[in-house]
């Protein structure tokens, strides 16, 4: 259902999927066939991925780590899964909980893709200046 969704929204813009060894295997496995429109990669380094993410129009992701990546950069992101673990991206930032449903991935996505998408804010103290915080609370315990 899933590669359904991602090879229909294909359709209305490339995607990048940079896969695991694992699910490359799967897709093989299983005969799954996402579409010219989806490029599939190797897995990517963290700054080759970031450069993807910066100017992306939509992330779909089950990751943790970029929900928080994609609220942070401000990049609407759709987390195809559940539940998760970062709640706060949900809450203030540009992420949507739309779990495995195709017909949910696909309502979200045009919604970004239309412009119509959410409207999330990078939440308090996401500034990159945390080291700056913690070395001036060590001084004043410290001190």
Sequence with gaps: GIAGALKEIASQLP??????????GNLERFGLDLG????????LSYMEFLNLWKDAAL??????GLQEETTALGVPCLTLRENTER???????SNVLVGTSPARILEEAGKVLAGQGKQGRRPALWDG???ERTVAELDRLLA
């Design 15 to 24: 995607l990048i999927f940079p896969v695991h060894p694992r699910t490359r």
């Design 36 to 43: 010219p429109n989806v490029i599939l990669t190797r897995p």
């Design 59 to 64: 992330i779909m992701t089950d990751s943790g």
């Design 87 to 93: 709640p706060v991206t949900i809450d203030e930032g």
């Design 129 to 131: 200046r945390a080291a």
